[in-house]
């Protein structure tokens, strides 16, 4: 039985991802239902706030707040031609120019850190922690929540975020519980290891919705028929087929620094580069598309419970950019150029280098760095984001095709396709975008397209999040010509 060894993170007063996970997708299996009682509900409150029988629309209580996320800037909406033609018409990696439009967004600063990251394996860890211990022990106040009724733990389980973990605990039911966790005596040779962690538990388990293949509209005359054919399947069916459970380990490949390079002695990045404190802010890398991915996800979770919890709706999930979005970005307002700081040179009049990358012929330190640096170690570009142009090359989500630029919309451009276990590997290849700090400068520039397996880590690949930005409704009011909508 894997019950404990699969990451079930239920939080407590809808701290918990989980909660909010089921809750929408309780919401989308019972939409029919919903929309049913919605009727009812809309009636009576016509009749209570009934605007004297006018078309008023419905009373939403829920206020609107709109936050800055915390580490993002905003990125407008824009139009803007993708692609290095304009500027470098023989470069054979640049992707077809093409103009295209994009709706605003919010976008990390920075490369997300290790220490970021290491926000994401802790919860994790802690989460199958609580779920060991409650076979064993109640703590003080639970390791699981229970219902204040009935006493009985909900099912499926929350975790009581608030009870400690006893690690260093001497009972040895505790420490029994605990040892599923935690590597043999043999094998704890890691530095900076927390606790001995086996990472090979540290499964974070999650479900997704497949929203473009609910889209598709069904056959007429298919369970409804009718008035309701050809209606997606949001309205005319069953949703459980649209969601897909997904489990990912979430720890960092840190031996990514022995494998890529032979005849090399990097042992010591592999002790080192995801643990010691020394490098909280350098950007993770050893991380696949597939667990960025899962990240967030579960960054999304954290926020939404936590919104949730205090009575604010809740927000957009975090993703991985479309490279379309990437890249105008990148570009920071500047266009036609191949650099985010603008101009074709990677180095400023003064000589100085404006990237982590690998200058010159071959010299990886002239610009400081060596390895990955520091985030923000070089200047912002106008949007205020850094290191759009090495440091890390950056997972985008989109499947990688060297002619997508040809055929994807030009409206918010996306080339999605979930590869399935059985595919080739040619179908799992995910587009990175930006270079890093093993590239030479013109792969460096923000039109440059590489691509890498879903499933394949490396040390020059991390990621950073975008999130869909909501406009304020009194802004986005502003611009009515009719006086009652603004
Ligand atoms: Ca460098
Ligand atoms: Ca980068």
């Keep these: 039985m894997v019950h404990h060894g699969i990451c079930i993170k239920i939080n407590t007063n809808y701290n918990n991802p989980y909660f909010l996970a089921f809750s929408k997708i ?71 120019p093409r103009p295209v439009s994009i709706t605003h967004f919010w976008m990390d600063e920075t490369e997300i850190t290790n220490n970021k990251y290491r926000q994401f394996v802790y919860w994790v860890r802690d989460s199958i922690a609580h779920h060991l211990l409650a076979d064993v022990t109640d703590g003080k106040n639970g390791h699981l929540r229970k219902d204040k009724k009935s006493g009985e733990v909900f099912d499926p389980p929350l975790v009581n975020w608030n009870e400690e973990i006893p690690w260093n ?22 530095h900076y290891r927390p606790l001995g962690i086996n990472a090979a538990r540290l499964n974070y388990e999650y479900w997704t919705f497949d929203y473009e293949a609910a889209a598709k509209k069904e056959k007429a005359g298919s369970e409804i028929g009718g008035m309701f054919a050809n209606r997606p399947s949001q309205v005319s069916g069953n949703l459980d087929k649209f969601i897909k459970r997904e489990i990912t380990n979430v720890y960092p490949d840190t031996l990514v620094w022995i494998y890529e390079f032979t ?36 960054r999304s979770q954290l926020r939404n419970s936590w919104l949730l919890s205090r009575g604010y709706p809740i927000e957009e999930d975090f993703q991985l950019p479309y490279e379309a979005q990437w890249e105008w ?66 997972w985008c989500k989109d499947t990688y095709s060297p002619s997508s630029s040809g055929f994807v919309s030009d409206m918010n451009p996306a080339y999605r396709y979930k590869a399935l276990p059985d595919d080739p ?62």
């Design 329 to 394: 970005a990148a570009r920071g307002g500047l266009p036609g150029n191949p650099y985010p700081w603008g101009g074709p040179y990677p180095s400023n009049q003064n000589g100085c280098f404006l990237a982590n990358f690998k200058p010159q012929r071959g010299n990886f330190v002239a610009d400081g760095s060596l390895y990955p640096a520091v985030v923000a170690s070089f200047d912002a570009n106008d949007w205020g984001l850094y290191d759009m142009s090495g440091n890390v090359a950056e």
């Design 169 to 190: 605990s001497a009972d040895e039911d505790i420490q029994q519980a605990l040892s599923e966790l935690r590597n043999s005596i043999s094998t704890r040779y890691y």
């Design 425 to 486: 590997a040619g179908k799992k290849m995910k587009v990175v975008r930006g270079g890093s700090w093993k590239d030479i400068s013109k792969y460096i520039t923000v039109y440059y397209k590489d691509y890498q397996y879903q499933d394949t880590c490396t040390s020059y690949i991390g990621f950073r999040c975008i999130q869909p930005a909501m406009v304020n409704p009194k802004e986005a009011n502003k611009g009515s010509g009719s006086k009652i909508y603004r």
């Design 26 to 96: 309780i919401t989308f299996i019972k939409m029919k239902k919903i929309v049913l009682i919605a009727c009812v509900l809309l009636g009576l409150a016509a009749c209570k706030n009934s605007g004297d029988g006018q078309l008023v629309g419905v009373n939403n209580k829920t206020k609107f707040v709109s936050f800055t996320p915390y580490g993002m800037v905003y990125i407008p909406t824009g139009h803007v031609l993708l692609g290095g033609g304009e500027s470098d018409p023989t470069l054979a990696f640049a992707p077809q």
């Design 263 to 298: 005849y090399s002695d990097n042992e010591f990045m592999t002790r080192n580069y995801f643990s010691h404190p020394q490098y909280n802010h350098y950007p993770v890398v050893g991380v696949n598309w597939v667990q960025a991915q899962a990240f967030c996800h579960w």
